[in-house]
């Protein structure tokens, strides 16, 4: 299980390993309050997990989607975003919560088509 934490850029090697568990797919783990954005693994409960523990995350600014790479088009569907009674779906409901989340991975995952 490969979770990669972007320091800066994403680059293809972050990519590769955040591949490893689903080759058409990267899920997409984002801190919002931190703009830290978390790729890869197998849920994005393992990136929350990370969060909360080493970058002292606050649960209601952890939100997840992902990087669909047939489609090449970015996802806001995750079972961490299943918060009843502020988010009562996998879809981030919330427009400006959306926004935010889809301007920052298209920040700092820009270029990822070609990375893939």
Known sequence: MAIVVLQKTVTKEDIKSAREEYANYIKITVDLAQ??????????????????????????DIWGGGYNIILKKFEVNALVNLRPPENESMDILDPEIRNNFLELVEEKLSGIESLT
């Open 35 to 60: 703009e830290i954005i978390a790729i890869g693994g197998e849920y994005h409960a393992d990136s929350q997990k990370i969060f909360l523990e080493e970058y002292g995350s606050k649960q209601k």
